[in-house]
């Protein structure tokens, strides 16, 4: 079973009420592969992600994660989760505990590590992200750029399969952008598997194995990155590039 | 001394301005109560019946000695509101189908004891249950005029909770839950800690409320400052162990607001509220 897909979705449908937001969106993603969505604001792109961590149910279709249909109704959610690792736009992290203690405590509630272990691979993990001198802060304390390392650096303690991440970089200041996206890039040469919902076209090129484009929660275009960006085939695909384009963003 | 900034010295020549004002009128007001005050019809008469020093001297000590009642009942009062209020909170906050019967009476828990005023709980309770019991250490009305205090207060204690909990950003629990938290882990690590935080400056409210409505007890028979208020007043036929009384209540409640007040004010500057000049 080794050519079997890391995650795939099947045709999954989700609605807010009246509001269709995924319509019929199939996508596979291989181990080690990087995967980015684009498109614009509320084309399903971010309930896309939540969909895929159980964040959100879906209407229909199937989530299927090494093999295993993960969105069958019933199943435990808490302990899927725990393989899958997410990053939001607005960090999330928890403002009552310290950095050290954001990274420690999904291992020591979801893992059962004792404190004092989970502490020091906290600690190991925020060096490896250049976070050694902020371990004690707290969250408010720290740039908008250092807290999404600190998020990224949580979700890596649990030792996550596949990663998704929602716009990481919007909240960001132009100038912050950088350490973060050094951060992702890292982890595609550590062969981590990742769906990125980004805006940020330069990176998405440059990354990405494969850019799929959004659209009123289809998927209409999905290829290599030079194809997506360089040659798009479907009319809405090039209209949306040339917005970017036009705005100076590509 | 460092040259001042335009803005300092503006601000120095306001500062001073606005003291000067104050003062000025502030003497003008004490002025006219100590002027006025006593010029007013029957002023004698207020001073004797409300103001009488030696009464006042001869009661203070025993209304004292009953307000220690107060305050055990108050102290007694506080951990269980806290514990049955926090429990309904939580109960009003589950999810799961199973526990609906246990939401729906942690909702008629609150509705009711919030909707009906405090002093007919304690009627109710107070008098109602000691007839219940054979045993003499069961009926003392002590007990029953506690657990009434405790029933109402903490219907409105764990709706300052609630609100609490549902003030944590929704953000937080995706958080949590991607982690693989579940939902009680959530709630326990995540959610309580920042919500019991931003509930304390509210809960000092409830807080100085209660220590205040303990005095309602003596309206079924424990001899607390209030009762014993009652009787120095019926004895002397004069109202100044009532004043005594209030002078006491003040001398927490003033202190107890100050510090509710204080706790707002930082709540509001952490989390960021900018002032507007």
Redesign the interface.
Do not use: I, K, N, Y
């Given at each position: 079973m080794t050519d079997q897909h890391k995650l795939r979705l099947q045709s999954v449908r989700k609605a807010f009420g009246d509001n269709v937001v995924l319509d019929g969106i199939d996508l596979d993603v291989d181990d080690g592969e990087v995967i980015t969505l684009i498109g614009a604001s509320g084309s399903g792109k971010s309930t896309l992600l939540r969909c895929a961590n159980l964040l959100e149910p879906i209407d229909d279709g199937a989530i299927i994660l090494d093999g295993v249909d993960i969105s069958e109704p019933g199943l435990d959610a808490d302990g899927i989760r725990r393989r899958i690792g997410m990053i939001f736009q607005s960090f999330n992290l928890f403002p009552h505990m310290s950095v050290v203690d954001n990274v420690a405590i999904g291992p020591r509630k979801v893992l059962d590590v004792p404190k004092a272990l989970a502490r020091d691979r906290a600690r190991e993990m925020l060096v490896r992200l250049g976070l050694e001198d902020r371990i004690d802060a707290y969250p408010d304390q720290l740039s908008g750029g250092q807290q999404q390392r600190v998020a990224i650096a949580r979700s890596l303690a649990m030792g996550p399969e596949v990663m998704l991440l929602d716009e990481i970089t919007s909240a960001l200041d132009p100038e912050l952008v950088g350490e973060v996206l050094a951060v992702v890039r890292s982890l595609k040469d550590e062969g981590m598997t990742m769906l990125f919902a980004t805006h940020e076209m330069g990176f998405a090129r440059d990354i990405s194995d494969r850019v799929c484009f959004l659209h009123a929660g289809q998927i209409l275009e999905e290829g290599p990155p030079e194809q997506v960006f360089g040659a798009p085939v479907n009319e809405r695909t090039q209209r949306f590039l040339q917005r970017v384009t036009d705005a100076g963003r590509l | 001394m460092s040259p001042q900034t335009r803005r300092e010295a503006y601000e120095r020549r306001q500062r001073r301005r606005s003291l000067l004002i104050a003062s000025a009128s502030t003497v003008i007001v004490v002025a006219a109560v100590i002027v006025l005050v006593p010029r007013a019809p029957r002023w004698d008469r207020v001073k004797t019946s409300f103001f009488n020093r030696d009464i006042f001297v001869d009661t203070f000590p025993g209304l004292l000695r009953a307000f220690w009642l107060d305050v055990q009942i108050f102290l007694w009062s506080l951990p269980l509101i806290f514990v049955l209020s926090l429990a309904i909170a939580i109960a009003r906050n589950t999810r799961s189908p199973a526990f609906f019967p246990l939401r729906a009476f942690a909702v008629i828990y609150t509705d009711v004891f919030r909707g009906v005023p405090v002093i007919l709980t304690i009627f109710l309770i107070g008098f109602g249950v000691p007839g219940l019991f054979d045993s003499r250490t069961w009926s003392n009305p002590l007990i029953w005029g506690t657990v009434a205090l405790v029933l109402s207060y903490s219907a409105y204690v764990s709706e300052e909770i609630r609100a609490g909990i549902e003030g944590v950003h929704e953000?937080?629990r995706?958080?949590?839950?991607?982690?693989?938290?579940?939902s009680r882990?959530t709630m326990s690590?995540?959610v309580l800690?920042?919500a019991l935080?931003r509930i304390v400056p509210p809960m000092m409210n409830s807080i100085v409320s209660l220590q205040k409505d303990v005095a309602l007890i003596s309206l079924i028979g424990p001899v607390e400052i209030l009762r014993q208020a009652g009787i120095d007043k019926a004895k002397f036929a004069n109202f100044t162990p009532y004043v005594g009384a209030a002078v006491i209540f003040l001398a927490l409640t003033i202190p107890m607001t100050r510090v509710a007040d204080y706790l707002l004010a930082r709540e509001r500057k952490r989390t960021g509220a900018t002032v507007v000049a």
């Open positions: - | 953000s937080q995706a958080a949590a839950r991607s982690l693989g938290m579940s882990q690590t995540v800690p920042q935080r």
